[in-house]
């Protein structure tokens, strides 16, 4: 269902093989809890939702590890993707109705403005 490729201008990305209805569970993802190496892992953390290497800090101060195409997903303003975290894992899920063959996108939790003034293609 999900295929990883390179997206002209951004480096990789993610494309569904085949048409996604809204509100699908598209992928899961087992966490890797790190807290013995939080405090460690946190100085070489980005503030955003992922760090290049899929180390980010969940709802209740865990620092997890996220593995597979999750890490992989680009930001846009009008994002088609989100995630959920449970104590377990990490849940891809449908926004909106996602075509065969179109990147899936995540919010990286900026505006507009902050995108285009960061100069990413989105």
Known sequence: MLQIIEILGKGRGVISTEAIS?????????????????????????????DLNGFFEDDSGRFCLALGEATLLNTSADPNVQWEITPEFLIIRAKKAIKAGKELTISYGFSKEEIDQKGWIT
């Open 22 to 50: 809204q509100d699908s569970e598209i992928a899961r993802y087992e966490l890797l809890i790190l807290n013995e190496m939080t405090e460690q892992l946190r100085l070489y953390s980005y503030p955003y939702p992922f």
